[in-house]
């Protein structure tokens, strides 16, 4: 498959009187590749809205190398930005235009014939309220309307900042369903959201970031594969005494709540067996299989002390990162 | 094209243009009615009055000078001057007058088109001046603030373009709006002086000077467009484009100005930004400096006065309205937007 974006090595500092240097994005990495719907994640100030908007020519990159539909960028984005839909986090429109006049200026203003308004404004369900005023319209429907607009251009590649900010669980599911219905139409779409449910639902690839570097990337199903502890959940009568039998067929098993979560295990059976062999009989036996907020939550360190509010630079470093050379920042509050 | 027409649509949805529109129509409409209301047509006797007592004025004035002449060239001791009259006569000379007595100036309550359609122009141009700058620093201002430039230029990834196209469009519409207002508003109060004021018809001078004012003042109101639309780009902001224009009149207009005073400082007014502005709309204005007479000797004559034209002053206008707008462009070329 072709590569549709490519980055190498991108770097991008802000630096302010105030506040200082502050690195947002550290030698990060990505490739999406045609067709795919590709996942992009990471927390609050990691870099994912700072390498969107490099990517699209919006922001000064310190180095690396990025490339959009074989084109390098920013240099030459404008050969294909026609074929290019985005939206970076949630765009502001006139108040006091329609939606529908929102979307015809913007059509008129990249070339765009005005047909494709109605069509942008009936895939994200806003047909009908097209008309309205935008300043009307509830934040998923601003939303909708952002989608409508990356939309017209009948794009090659769709690039999309939180998509879901702001819709409901039906808008939602309209947003998942679009994007399915775009990528079986051969629309490359990458999508950044923090509703990690959604993203393992939609995409087949994913890239994680955490304080400006990439710290894991590839299929969905292979990196939840790359966590999976052959973990098993098992609920015995006598859990303690359970417990000291797994530990005597050298397995680990610790109680958790009123079960054991047993772990290292690739044959289950074995488990029935050892408790069996000494009367304990298994009424629940589950295997434990990582999700991707799991995975998200162990690669980027934002779940390990709950009990603590966690702040934006807490995140992880990926593995022989040098701590004190990255620190983050959400770019949002920076004079840059 | 395309994206000057989209622009059009942009600038024209404004809220605020159009309030500035209104408001113009507004100031336009109550000056006309109030200039309708006060003006009558003059009757024979007001007329011959006013004629009668402007020739007097006329003859006053040539007397003056006479009497100051004779006084300076017999009376006077050297290095003495007299309490009324000035060291240089000139100054009396109805011929070295800007202007001398009509019969217009003698006729209360009847509105004079020649008379009065300069400073009639004068306010709408400053009228135009003020909506040029709040106009251009509220049009990119906006939108830089509320994200419509990032939208516009993910659509046309060519930033110099987009920000060019919207300060040519900006600069077109308002000067077409200028142009027409402007004449809009003559003939209104062409109109008037016709009809329920003085009549008669000025003279080539009249259209020409008037013409001239006209010209510059729109060239004025452009300039202060570009400045509004440049300051607020390099600030990120509207009221960053306010705030200078505020900073500048109290710190340097105010506040410089009295320190120069303060210090003597020679030539004050020529470092003042309005001056020049005074001098290009009137192609020169004289000011008054007790510094310039504070060398010349006793037997020189000297008025303490200089001037600036129009020329150097609209060089620095055009240095500083450039020079920002350049520098709008290259900072907003390589800016990030967040």
Redesign the interface.
């Known amino acids: 498959m072709s590569a549709v974006i490519e980055i190498e090595g991108l770097r991008k500092t802000?630096r302010s009187v105030r506040h200082g240097k502050r690195v947002a994005v550290d030698g990060f990495d990505l490739l999406v590749e045609a067709g795919q719907i590709h996942g992009f994640l990471g927390p609050n100030g990691s870099g994912k809205t700072t390498t969107l908007?490099a990517l699209?020519?919006?922001?000064?990159a310190d180095g690396g190398r990025m490339t959009v539909l074989g084109e390098p960028s920013?240099e030459l984005?404008?050969r294909v930005?026609g074929r290019v839909g985005?939206?970076?986090?949630s765009?502001?429109?006139?108040g006091?235009?329609t939606g529908r006049r929102t979307l015809r200026?913007?059509a008129?203003?990249?070339?765009v014939s005005i047909s494709r308004v109605d069509e942008a404004l009936e895939l994200v369900g806003l047909r009908d309220r097209g008309d309205d005023r935008v300043k009307g319209y509830s934040l998923g429907m601003k939303q909708r309307l952002a989608v409508a607009?990356a939309l017209l251009?009948d794009p090659r590649l769709l690039i999309l900042d939180e998509p879901a900010n702001g819709l409901d669980p039906a808008g939602i599911r309209e947003m998942r369903d679009l994007m399915r219905s775009l990528a079986a139409a051969g629309v490359t779409v990458l999508v950044s959201s923090h509703i990690l449910g959604e993203i393992q639902l939609i995409c087949d690839h994913v890239t994680i970031i955490s304080r400006g570097r990439r710290v894991a990337a590839g299929r969905v199903d292979e990196v939840l594969a790359g966590h999976d502890r052959h973990e098993f959940l098992v609920r015995v009568a006598e859990p303690e005494r359970a417990v000291d039998l797994l530990h005597e067929a050298e397995l680990t098993a610790a109680v958790e709540g009123t079960a054991l979560v047993v772990s290292g295990v690739t044959d289950p059976t074995v488990i029935s067996r050892v408790l069996g062999e000494q009367g304990l009989w298994v009424g629940e036996l589950t295997p434990l299989r990582p999700d991707l907020e799991s995975v998200f939550l162990e690669l980027t360190g934002a779940g390990e002390h709950p009990s603590v509010p966690r702040q934006v630079d807490d995140s992880a470093l990926p593995a022989g990162a040098d701590d004190a050379a990255v620190i983050d920042l959400d770019?949002?509050g920076?004079d840059? | 094209m395309n994206l000057v027409r989209a622009e059009l649509e942009r600038l024209s949805a404004r809220r605020f243009v159009q309030l500035m529109v209104v408001l113009l129509a507004l100031a336009f409409a109550v000056t006309a009615a109030t200039t309708l209301a006060g003006s009558h047509r003059p009757s024979e006797a007001e007329l011959s009055s006013a004629r009668t007592q402007a020739a007097e004025a006329l003859q006053g004035m040539e007397a003056t000078h006479q009497q100051c002449l004779a006084r300076q060239n017999s009376m006077t001791p050297p290095g003495e001057t007299d309490d009324f009259y000035a060291t240089d006569c000139s100054e009396f000379d109805p011929i070295r007058q800007d202007r001398l007595p009509i019969a217009a100036d003698y006729l209360p309550g009847v509105f004079s088109f020649e008379q009065q359609a300069r400073p009639l122009l004068y306010f709408l141009i400053a009228f135009l001046v003020l909506f040029g700058f709040l106009v251009g620093a509220s049009y990119i201002g906006a939108d830089l603030n509320s994200g419509g430039v990032v939208n516009l230029l993910l659509w046309r990834p060519r930033r110099l373009t987009v920000l060019g196209t919207k300060l040519g469009t900006l600069l077109g519409t308002v000067l077409a709006l200028a142009v027409g207002a402007s004449l809009v508003y003559l003939a209104t109060f062409w109109v008037i002086g016709q009809t329920a004021g003085l009549g008669g018809r000025p003279g080539d001078d009249f259209w020409r000077s008037l013409g001239a004012i006209h010209g510059r003042g729109l060239v004025l109101v452009l300039l202060a467009t570009a400045l509004g639309f440049a300051i607020a780009t390099l600030g990120r902001h509207t009221s960053a484009a306010l705030g200078a224009a505020a900073a500048y009149t109290v710190v340097w207009e105010l506040g410089a100005r009295l320190v120069l005073e303060i210090v003597d400082a020679r030539r004050p007014d020529r470092l003042m930004l309005s001056s020049h502005i005074a001098a290009w709309l009137n192609g020169k204005v004289r000011f008054w400096d007790n510094q310039l007479c504070t060398s010349s000797s006793g037997t020189d004559p000297c008025s303490g006065f200089y001037s600036l034209t129009w020329g150097p002053s609209l060089v620095v206008l055009l240095v500083i309205t450039g020079g920002l707008t350049v520098a709008a462009f290259a900072v907003f070329r390589r800016r990030d937007l967040l």
Do not use: D
């Open positions: 802000f908007r699209l020519g919006l922001v000064r920013p984005l404008p930005a985005a939206i970076v986090e765009p502001q429109f006139f006091n235009f200026l913007l008129r203003a990249g070339g607009s251009k770019v949002r920076v840059a």
